[in-house]
């Protein structure tokens, strides 16, 4: 059984690309619902699948959080991955669907949870605002913020991977990604017009999908007139390549594959050169934490 791969809300549940793409689950009202509820709901879905990874956006409610944190806490679990990834709602409801992509290969918990950092690099986020007079997650001029408060001002900002910001007439552009891409749009109040019309030429994507915008999008773009936009990898086989193509690792503390330089279920960091790690210092032999449990 493949690890399931929850998001926290079921607007962040993006529909299928193809018939491998595996359901999401939504952890819903997690922050709100009784303690005891959720870790019934949490604990079943690890006895299910094994391992769960739980993509939880930036800025959620500091309930919500901390509920995740404590349900991880009295499971006393190692099998249960808290990602944050530093991601618009769009953004990281396209990283939870890569995911969800990936969990269907031959990949292992470790591997396909570690996946997450990797693929948020090549995940180009942003959204056609008519303010930015409130936007806290990009740096904002002083003349931007002045012109946001103009009747009929648009900006054009990418918050990830490199933050940018354009006030949106002619001549105006982002530098989008390097390789072949997709585009999905949430239009919002605000027509998606330039984004369509003008971004995805100059960005030269395959194609342009639409889908309806997140519940928290105008909370963290600071305005409800706006349109998202994210540029993602589409292709399970590149997924699969880029994934596969990075070293591998063994976590030194709970003995599972990762790749990367911290295990995402126990977060454990690669001992120091000299530390043969605990498994290596109380095993009869040097034997590893995996050989003894099996």
């Given at each position: 059984?493949?690890?399931?791969?929850?998001?926290?809300?079921?607007?962040?549940?993006?529909?299928?690309?193809?018939?491998?793409?595996?359901?999401?689950?939504?952890?819903?009202?997690?922050?709100?619902?009784?303690?005891?509820?959720?870790?019934?709901?949490?604990?079943?879905?690890?006895?299910?699948?094994g391992h769960l990874?739980?993509?939880?956006?930036?800025?959620?409610?500091v309930a919500l959080?901390?509920?995740?944190?404590?349900?991880?806490?009295?499971?006393?679990?190692?099998?249960?991955?808290?990602?944050?990834?530093?991601?618009?709602?769009?953004?990281?409801?396209v990283l939870a669907?890569?995911?969800?992509?990936?969990?269907?290969?031959?990949?292992?918990?470790?591997?396909?949870?570690?996946?997450?950092?990797?693929?948020?690099?090549?995940?180009?986020?942003?959204?056609?605002?008519?303010?930015?007079?409130?936007?806290?997650?990009?740096?904002?001029?002083?003349?931007?913020?002045?012109?946001?408060?103009?009747?009929?001002?648009?900006?054009?900002?990418?918050?990830?991977?490199?933050?940018?910001?354009?006030?949106?007439?002619?001549?105006?552009?982002?530098?989008?990604?390097?390789?072949?891409?997709?585009?999905?749009?949430?239009?919002?109040?605000?027509?998606?017009?330039?984004?369509?019309?003008?971004?995805?030429?100059?960005?030269?994507?395959?194609?342009?999908?639409?889908?309806?915008?997140?519940?928290?999008?105008?909370?963290?773009?600071?305005?409800?007139?706006?349109?998202?936009?994210?540029?993602?990898?589409?292709?399970?086989?590149?997924?699969?390549?880029?994934?596969?193509?990075?070293?591998?690792?063994?976590?030194?503390?709970?003995?599972?594959?990762?790749?990367?330089?911290?295990?995402?279920?126990?977060?454990?960091?690669?001992?120091?050169?000299?530390?043969?790690?605990?498994?290596?210092?109380?095993?009869?032999?040097?034997?590893?934490?995996?050989?003894?449990?099996?």
């Open positions: 059984m493949p690890p399931a791969i929850a998001v926290t809300s079921a607007d962040l549940a993006l529909p299928p690309l193809d018939e491998r793409t595996l359901p999401a689950v939504v952890l819903q009202d997690a922050g709100k619902r009784p303690l005891e509820a959720v870790l019934e709901e949490v604990q079943g879905l690890v006895d299910q699948h990874v739980v993509l939880c956006p930036p800025g959620a409610p959080e901390r509920r995740l944190h404590t349900v991880r806490s009295l499971l006393e679990s190692d099998r249960i991955a808290l990602f944050r990834p530093p991601l618009p709602p769009l953004g990281l409801a669907r890569q995911l969800r992509q990936l969990a269907s290969c031959d990949l292992g918990p470790g591997v396909l949870a570690s996946a997450g950092r990797l693929l948020t690099h090549y995940i180009h986020s942003g959204a056609l605002l008519g303010s930015v007079a409130r936007l806290d997650h990009v740096p904002v001029g002083l003349k931007a913020h002045a012109k946001s408060w103009m009747p009929g001002s648009q900006f054009a900002v990418v918050a990830h991977p490199e933050p940018q910001l354009v006030r949106v007439g002619p001549g105006a552009a982002l530098t989008g990604p390097e390789y072949a891409t997709s585009l999905l749009v949430a239009e919002g109040p605000l027509p998606s017009d330039w984004v369509t019309g003008t971004l995805a030429p100059s960005w030269k994507v395959q194609g342009v999908l639409e889908t309806p915008l997140p519940d928290t999008s105008p909370r963290w773009w600071g305005t409800g007139r706006m349109t998202e936009f994210c540029a993602f990898l589409p292709d399970l086989s590149v997924l699969y390549q880029l994934v596969t193509s990075v070293r591998r690792g063994t976590c030194h503390w709970c003995g599972i594959d990762v790749i990367g330089d911290r295990c995402v279920f126990c977060s454990a960091t690669p001992p120091p050169p000299d530390d043969p790690g605990p498994a290596s210092r109380h095993a009869p032999g040097g034997r590893t934490r995996r050989a003894l449990t099996g």
